[in-house]
């Protein structure tokens, strides 16, 4: 059974930055490519970075320059780190694990950026 716990939501100001992580368990992570995902209320769920198990990552144009994703496979665990937020940026986000065919998602933390 794969599980996924999302951490380091919370509210921040324009311009400010948070990390989110993602703890994955009963998976093969090091094989796994990994998506954060966000859903602001009202908009479709999007993509906003992703890693594969070689590294090789991918953003959204929107976050481009802003967001980074990293891996840490020996912590089976996946990081967005987000600088220079905007109001924009606010939306739960998921982090999602696709392995062997299969998708698996996690809670979702709240990150709201608001002076």
């Known amino acids: 059974q794969v599980q996924l716990v999302e951490s380091g939501g919370g509210l921040v100001q324009p311009g400010g930055s948070l990390r989110l992580s993602c703890v994955a368990s009963?998976?093969?992570?090091?094989?796994?490519?990994v998506g954060w995902y966000r859903q602001a209320p009202g908009k479709q769920r999007e993509l906003v970075a992703l890693?594969?198990?070689?590294?090789?990552?991918t953003y959204a144009d929107s976050v481009k320059g802003r967001f980074t994703i990293s891996r840490d496979n020996a912590k089976n665990t996946v990081y967005l780190q987000m600088n220079s937020l905007k109001p924009e940026d606010t939306a739960v986000y998921y982090c999602?694990?696709?392995?062997?065919?299969?998708?698996?998602w996690g809670q979702g933390t709240q990150v709201t950026v608001s002076s």
């Open positions: 009963g998976s093969i992570f090091s094989i796994s490519t």
């Open positions: 890693i594969i198990r070689y590294g090789t990552t």
């Open positions: 999602k694990l696709s392995q062997r065919g299969n998708d698996y």
